[in-house]
């Protein structure tokens, strides 16, 4: 399901802290519109972000809080 996600010109990308059973984990969040794929991690470190999208060429979309703001990003990999 990520292979297909990943073929989408134009993927969302969100992150979010859960808590289970006591521990606080992370969900990142992988959408083209139509299908959604979750990946659980206990860290927020960018290698499974980075995994992912090593091969992935088109437009990201992230949001990125910075205190009260939000700022929507458009990211466009390289062609290259």
């Given at each position: 399901l990520m292979?297909?996600?990943?073929?989408y010109?134009?993927?969302?990308?969100e992150e979010t802290?859960?808590n289970i059973?006591?521990?606080?984990?992370?969900v990142?969040?992988f959408?083209?519109g139509?299908?959604?794929?979750?990946?659980?991690t206990?860290?927020?470190?960018?290698?499974l972000?980075?995994d992912?999208?090593?091969?992935?060429?088109?437009?990201?979309i992230?949001i990125v809080?910075?205190?009260?703001?939000?700022?929507?990003i458009?990211?466009?990999s390289?062609l290259?």
């Amino acid at each position: 399901l990520m292979q297909r996600i990943l073929t989408y010109p134009c993927v969302h990308i969100e992150e979010t802290k859960i808590n289970i059973q006591g521990t606080d984990q992370y969900v990142c969040v992988f959408t083209d519109g139509n299908y959604v794929v979750l990946k659980l991690t206990k860290t927020r470190e960018a290698t499974l972000v980075h995994d992912i999208l090593s091969n992935y060429y088109g437009v990201l979309i992230l949001i990125v809080y910075f205190g009260l703001s939000i700022y929507y990003i458009l990211l466009i990999s390289s062609l290259v």
